[in-house]
């Protein structure tokens, strides 16, 4: 057992208590290594609740399960993300996907695409220009097609500032110069510059809370499923249940996107690989 002199002393068991938690609500895999991460995150917790140490924060933690939960989620969830991370798959959904899936789906005039473990929102809102360059490239064909992008996340804090849809301009790289003019209002904030998404892409998406370890309740089925940097948390047993999902909930034909380090290679066989980290439904 370790001594542990900090603000919060944290035993070897607390740990252990807290990745328990962790892994059976989230399916997030938190490591020896993701102590100091943990400590840190958690001890914010700690002082607004007013506790001296791990055993009372957990206390609370197992005793106002409601309450304390969601924060200790939002606590423990990693929410890095970009405008148009991993440019490639959007150019991919734009000249190869969308013309394929919106040929597809004639009889219907419907397309969803799902941006699962959204964060703040960038990935959405790139999801949404990208679509939007398609549909006025193609205005005439589909005008009236009914198009959503479902952006979800377990994180309650990520998901209001998605949905809130206001960006610092620095931290908005990712962005063309063309694309913040046509796609966002900016407002002088003093200091600081902020970017505000246009009713234009804003009403393509649909912001909800989703834990994906448990039920989902849309009814209708997928497109095109962005899910990037958000298994690499989970273990391969939670990754194999969760791509079979996808594999139902998606079309044919029906596209997956994931993370630049992360791979379907012994976890599923039911998407063939397109290289890029790009995959297609097969069965
Ligand atoms: C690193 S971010 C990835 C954001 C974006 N997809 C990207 O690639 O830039 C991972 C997100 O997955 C979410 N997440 C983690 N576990 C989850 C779960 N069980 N259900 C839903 N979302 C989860 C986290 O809250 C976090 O916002």
Redesign the pocket.
């Known amino acids: 057992m370790s001594h542990d002199l900090r603000e919060f002393p944290m035993t070897d068991s607390n740990f252990e208590h807290i990745r328990g938690v962790a892994y059976q609500r ?3 895999v938190l490591g020896d290594h993701k102590r100091e991460m943990v400590y840190s995150r958690l001890a914010r917790r700690c002082r607004v609740l007013g506790v001296t140490n791990f055993d009372e924060y957990i206390h609370i933690l197992e005793s106002s399960e409601a309450d304390e939960l969601s924060h200790f989620v939002n606590s423990i ?6 405008f148009f ?1 991993e440019g490639h798959h959007f150019e991919f959904l734009l000249e190869t996907v969308l013309p394929e899936v919106f040929d597809a789906n004639t009889a219907t005039r419907r397309v969803r695409i799902w ?5 703040t929102g ?2 959405p809102y790139s999801l949404a220009i990208t679509v939007h360059k398609f549909l006025k490239k193609n205005v005439t064909r589909y005008k009236g097609w009914d198009v959503k992008i479902l952006a ?4 309650s804090n ?1 998901l209001s500032h998605g949905r809130h849809g206001v960006y610092r301009v620095a931290g908005s790289d990712g962005l063309s110069a063309e694309d913040r003019r046509e796609y966002f209002d900016e407002l002088d904030q003093g200091n600081e510059h902020e970017l505000i998404a246009k009713d234009k892409i804003r009403s393509l998406i649909i912001f909800n809370r ?4 448990h039920k989902w309740p849309m009814k209708g089925q997928f497109d095109v499923i ?5 298994v690499i ?1 989970f273990d391969k047993e939670t990754q194999k249940v969760l791509f079979d999902r996808y594999a139902n909930i998606l079309k044919d034909p029906g596209y997956l996107m994931i ?1 630049h380090s992360e791979n379907l290679h012994r976890v599923t066989d039911r998407f063939k690989a397109l290289g890029g980290t790009r995959y297609k439904k097969v069965c």
Do not use: H, M, P, Q
Request: proline share 0%.
């Open positions: 989230t399916g997030i969830t990693t929410n890095l993300t970009s991370r941006s699962a473990g959204c964060s960038e990935e979800t996340d377990l994180d990520v989703l834990n994906l370890l962005f899910c990037r940097n958000v948390y993370g």
